[in-house]
Structure formats: C-alpha cells, structure tokens
C-alpha cells in the first residue's frame, strides 16, 4: 500500500439520536501503478531536468514547417520530431518529452521508433490526451476542453505503446471574466483526466493555462490564478487523485501582453511562488512551466528568478516554442542543417537546466532570443 494511504469507512455516532452512521474518507489513488507514477514524476522531476512539449497537433506543427518555407507534410513532420528526439546528450538536460499520438507511434527515417530514440537519451515519453477546445455555450465567449470520452482506452493504449506521463491543456481567459462555469468546467475536467490517467499508469500533467490575451496588470493575474488553482485542486482532491503522482504545467503569473507595464523577472518571480505556495502542496513534485508566448530569453530569466532560494517542489520547465524557436529557424528543413539546429536545441535546453538550478547566465544570448513570441487568441 502506498504510505500515507490507508483509508476506512468509520462509524461514527451521531451526538443526538445517539444513531450510528457512517463516515466515509477518501483515499487518494491507491491502485497498481501508485509506486510507478511516483516513480516517473520524480525522475521528470529531476535536479536540473525539464520537459520539451513538442505535441503541437498536426496543423499548428504545419504553421511552424511554413514559417520556414516547408509544406505540412507526414514526411517533414517525421524529419523535424527526429530532429529533436535524436539529439545526441539531450537527455542531459531534458528528462520527459510531450508527444503528439502521431510521433508516439511513428519511426524515425532509419527505422527506430520516436518511442525508443527517447528512451535511449534517457528521456521519459509523454503523450497529449486532450481533443482541443471547443465553444462553452452560455459563456463570456470561453472555451472548454474535450477528450474524456474514451480516454480510459485511449491511455491503457498509450501506455502500451511507451507513453509513462500525459498531457491535458485546459484554459482561462481573463479579459472574458473569466466566468464561473468557465473555471470550474476547466478544473473539473482535469480532475477527471487526471483520475483516469493514474489509474491508466501515466502521470497526469495538470495544465490550466491562464492565457496571456489582455491588458490587465499582474495583480489581476494573481487574482484569478489563485481563483483558477484552488478550485482545480478541490476537484483534484474530490477525484481522489494522487498529488505525489502528478506534475503541475502552470502559467507565470505576469502582467497581460497587453499590459503598458512589464514586470521584471524578481516581480514575476516573486507573484507566482507567492500563487504556487498558497495553492498547491508540497505533496506534488514538480512545477513545469509553460512559456505561453514568453520569448526564449524572457521565459529563461523568468524561471532562473525563481529559483535562487529553494522551493517545496521542482520548479522546472516545459516549453514548446521557448525550447524550438530558434532550433527550426536554423534547420529551415535542409539536412545540412541539421547537426547546427541540434546544436541550437541543446543550447536553449542547457540555459533552461541552468534556470532551474538558479545558475543561468544570459551573457552571449542573441538578440533574436529576446524576440516575444506571443500570438493573440493562439490555437495550439
């Protein structure tokens, strides 16, 4: 049994009828994997060690493959997640990769899977189970997130196939209120991903992410962070999810993009550990940070701030655009490029396990690692 977990029924006597009735207390997830999913979230969650999200659906992927000239095809999607996932000492500093379901069952071009060239670097394999955002009628023009129907499969299958940690990303916006039955169909719907994915083997990612859209100052943020995570983690607890065995992707409590003022990376530091340690526990191991449109530099500074004193849990990272930006604008899809753009990956990845252990020097950064990278009403 996994300590900490024993949990009974009690009868208790009722003060004025002098009656017995039973009071019931919930037990977190005990079940077969419980040693394993706790297991896998400290190894991702390791001293120095982050996440490279690299799940963008098929179509946003497209985006990225034409801003460098190249067509949205299977075959360039196939050369450009190779790329990444044979990087050679990658695993050094990335300790979990988010796959999107086509590259968790596709082979690189020499034939080896995507699965296997991970687990060689020494990278856990993780997969996206959400099915996108969708319109939440009778809303502010908020969204909600779909993918719980067949989920339990749809994990038992990933599981098979190598996955060990997913993906579910839901959102909040806050220039539309954000209205009531936004957050809380948000933090319930994680809650029953995240139930479904324990009991599937696969530490859940916990991603509502506080979109950056909107010119509304860094207290406004703060306010509707702490709103967004107290009622996450009240479904958390009421699905009886195992906090020991589940890793947070939450936003940097900033300003909007919009805002007149920027923060600096103390005040953006010093607002989200001030969210983080009022909200979540210390039971959970680790906070991987979503860039959310940051530039490299900026997302890079950011998390190196907050970790100059120690913290209850790993502060750590898991970024898409702030880990590839650079990486795809030195591909450009020729495969003369490819040793320099592998290169360039374990550069930002590098910086960004710096970060972690509060060690970052941004001397030699290019000025194109200071470009923002934020899109209004981005669709991942």
């Keep these: 049994m996994f300590a900490g977990s024993a949990i009974a029924a009690k009868p208790a006597v009722s003060s004025r009828s002098g009656r017995r009735a039973l009071k019931v207390q919930a037990a977190a997830y005990n079940g077969a994997y419980a040693e394993e999913l706790v ?15 690299m799940d963008e659906s098929n179509a946003t992927c497209g985006k990225r493959l034409e801003s460098i000239g190249l067509e949205n095809t299977v075959e360039n999607r196939q ?7 044979t990087t050679p ?11 999107f379901e086509e590259t968790l069952y596709q082979d690189t071009r020499k034939g080896t899977s995507m699965v296997d060239e991970l ?6 394999p993780g997969i996206k189970v959400d099915k996108g955002l969708h319109p939440l009628s009778n809303s502010n023009g908020e969204s909600w997130c779909s993918g719980l129907d067949g989920l339990a499969q749809r994990c038992a299958d990933y599981y098979k196939q190598g996955a060990r940690f997913a993906k579910w990303r839901s959102v909040v916006s806050i220039p539309a209120g954000p209205s009531t039955i936004a957050v809380r169909d948000c933090a319930y719907g994680l809650a029953r991903y995240a ?3 324990q009991n ?12 950056l ?28 999810v195992l906090f020991e065995g589940i890793l947070l992707k939450p936003s940097m409590v900033t300003p909007g993009a919009e805002h007149a003022k920027k923060s600096t990376p103390e005040e953006v530091a010093s607002y989200t550990l001030k969210m983080l340690r009022r909200r979540v526990p210390p039971a959970v191991p680790g906070i991987m940070f979503l860039s959310g449109g940051q530039s490299e530099l900026e997302s890079t500074l950011n998390l190196n701030a907050m970790n100059q004193s120690p913290n209850p849990w790993h502060v750590s990272f898991s970024y898409a655009r702030a880990l590839q930006n650079t990486v795809l604008k030195t591909w450009k899809g020729e495969e003369g490029n490819v040793e320099a753009a592998q290169q360039a990956l374990l550069k930002r990845a590098k910086a960004n396990s710096d970060a972690q252990l509060g060690k970052y020097d941004p001397a030699g950064e290019s000025a194109d690692a200071a470009k923002g990278m934020f899109e209004k009403g981005y669709v991942y």
């Design 213 to 240: 859209d909107g010119d509304h100052d860094i207290d406004r943020t703060l306010e509707v962070a702490e709103m967004t995570w107290a009622e996450t983690f009240k479904y958390l607890a009421d699905n009886n």
């Design 200 to 211: 599937a083997g696969l530490v859940p990612i916990v991603e509502p992410e506080i979109l």
């Design 79 to 85: 050369a450009y997640r190779e790329l990444l996932v």
């Design 39 to 53: 297991a896998t979230a400290n190894k991702i969650a390791s001293p120095g060690k982050g996440i490279l999200a």
């Design 195 to 197: 139930a479904i994915a």
């Design 89 to 99: 000492g990658l695993g050094e500093y990335i300790s979990g990769a988010i796959l």
């Design 119 to 124: 687990n060689k670097n020494g990278i856990v």
